[in-house]
T-cell receptor
Framework: GQQVMQIPQYQHVQEGEDFTTYCNSSTTLSNIQWYKQRPGGHPVFLIQLVKSGEVKKQKRLTFQFGEAKKNSSLHITATQTTDVGTYFCAGPAGGSQGNLIFGKGTKLSVKP | GAGVSQSPRYKVAKRGQDVALRCDPISGHVSLFWYQQALGQGPEFLTYFQNEAQLDKSGLPSDRFFAERPEGSVSTLKIQRTQQEDSAVYLC????????????FGQGTRLTVV
């Protein structure tokens, strides 16, 4: 079946270092969404990418959607302790009206 | 206004018991989703409502799981004859329009089946 995969599963960085997580779908996606989940919290929407090759920035976060609309990345510049959490990408399941398939997430820890 | 509210926050059920989990979406939101999240995993889709219509229930793991949203606002996820593998966090999310836009998640209900 359709899969959304993320790497790495875990990333430990020193505060101030950069961080990147990668998302790959087994099928072409109409759009991709990114969520952040803090420890003990619930997923919080970060962004949605729709266009092939799209790049969006939110302060220190840069999101990219691949040309083939099958992969995406999230890059954080100069991480801070507030960036700690698990970052999920999610894409629509083909043939479904509401099924978002989430990756397993990348858990980021930041050492001060 | 208030966000998505779920109750109870925690539920411990004995194996074989029935449970009902409630979701109050953001007022006026058309779409409502239920997800199941196991420890260390991403949310897994269970079912989707557009207003009161259940348009997709392909993620419900068995016929022990049932969801409803009779008036297009509050939704209930019912699990009959709970089993240990049902232990997870059940997340509800809503969005203001039809699917594939920003979803607002509730805090979830942590179900533990003993």
């Amino acid at each position: 079946g359709q899969q959304v995969m993320q790497i790495p599963q875990y990333q430990h960085v020193q505060e101030g270092e950069d961080f990147t997580t990668y998302c790959n779908s087994s099928t072409t996606l109409s759009n991709i969404q990114w969520y952040k989940q803090r420890p003990g919290g619930h997923p919080v929407f970060l962004i949605q990418l729709v266009k092939s090759g799209e790049v969006k920035k939110q302060k220190r976060l840069t999101f990219q959607f691949g040309e083939a609309k099958k992969n995406s990345s999230l890059h954080i510049t100069a991480t801070q302790t507030t960036d700690v959490g698990t970052y999920f990408c999610a894409g629509p399941a083909g043939g479904s009206q509401g099924n978002l398939i989430f990756g397993k997430g990348t858990k980021l820890s930041v050492k001060p | 206004g208030a966000g998505v509210s779920q109750s109870p926050r925690y539920k411990v059920a004995k194996r074989g018991q029935d449970v009902a989990l409630r979701c109050d979406p953001i007022s006026g939101h058309v779409s409502l989703f239920w997800y199941q999240q196991a420890l260390g995993q991403g949310p897994e889709f269970l079912t989707y409502f557009q207003n009161e219509a259940q348009l997709d229930k392909s993620g419900l793991p068995s016929d022990r799981f049932f969801a409803e949203r009779p008036e297009g606002s509050v939704s209930t996820l019912k699990i009959q004859r709970t089993q240990q593998e049902d232990s997870a966090v059940y997340l509800c999310a809503s969005s203001p329009v039809a699917a594939w836009t920003e979803a607002f998640f509730g805090q979830g209900t942590r179900l533990t089946v003993v």
